[in-house]
């Protein structure tokens, strides 16, 4: 049984659609549910003032789902999953592009690209590694290893809200 077979069938749905919300490039005849599903049952856990707007961000989600379907039950937190998609958003509106494309490119930059199904239980040790590293900032002062890596930061990365990094990444796409 796959890792996305084992979610109960309401939250089920809810991570189809989440994941409807990403584009995976072309290029890839592959699938990634084992890895988001991952993703989608690690939690995002808020530890920079600021932050705790990206996780309403995520609520509001789950609003729209609700809106668009029915009432639903979520988990007790928010997930990375959720936090991805909502920050993608937010890079359509700052950046431009569309939310699906962001959503790969922050997938990309995290270095889950290369997790495709089915996993092997290496792989989901190192996916959960990653994703630990995301939620508790012991990626790099430049980003690398978080959702927004930088070439020439001016702060370290792991100390700054979510939405300084997005517009900081934003800055140097813009500037390059």
């Given at each position: 049984?796959?890792?996305?077979e084992q979610?109960?069938?309401?939250?089920?749905?809810?991570?189809?659609?989440?994941?409807?919300?990403?584009?995976?490039?072309?290029?890839?005849?592959?699938?990634?549910?084992?890895?988001?599903?991952?993703?989608?049952?690690?939690?995002?856990?808020?530890?920079?003032?600021?932050?705790?707007?990206?996780?309403?961000?995520?609520?509001?989600?789950?609003?729209?789902?609700?809106?668009?379907?029915?009432?639903?039950?979520?988990?007790?937190?928010?997930?990375?999953?959720?936090?991805?998609?909502?920050?993608?958003?937010?890079?359509?509106?700052?950046?431009?592009?569309?939310?699906?494309?962001?959503?790969?490119?922050?997938?990309?930059?995290?270095?889950?690209?290369?997790?495709?199904?089915?996993?092997?239980?290496?792989?989901?040790?190192?996916?959960?590694?990653?994703?630990?590293?995301?939620?508790?900032?012991?990626?790099?002062r430049n980003?690398?290893?978080?959702?927004?890596?930088?070439?020439?930061?001016?702060?370290?990365?792991?100390?700054?809200?979510?939405?300084?990094?997005?517009?900081?990444?934003?800055?140097?796409?813009?500037?390059?």
């Amino acid at each position: 049984m796959s890792l996305v077979e084992q979610k109960p069938q309401v939250d089920q749905f809810y991570f189809e659609w989440l994941i409807s919300q990403i584009e995976t490039p072309l290029r890839f005849n592959k699938t990634f549910n084992g890895m988001l599903g991952r993703v989608h049952d690690t939690e995002f856990v808020w530890t920079i003032s600021g932050d705790d707007n990206r996780v309403q961000d995520a609520r509001d989600l789950r609003i729209q789902f609700e809106h668009q379907f029915s009432e639903a039950q979520f988990k007790e937190f928010i997930s990375v999953l959720e936090i991805m998609i909502a920050v993608s958003r937010h890079l359509q509106f700052v950046a431009g592009g569309k939310a699906p494309a962001w959503a790969w490119r922050l997938i990309d930059n995290l270095g889950l690209n290369h997790f495709y199904d089915p996993l092997s239980r290496r792989q989901v040790a190192k996916v959960d590694e990653i994703l630990e590293s995301l939620v508790w900032r012991t990626y790099e002062r430049n980003g690398r290893g978080g959702f927004f890596p930088l070439i020439f930061p001016s702060e370290d990365q792991t100390k700054i809200e979510i939405w300084y990094q997005l517009n900081a990444y934003v800055r140097e796409i813009v500037e390059s």
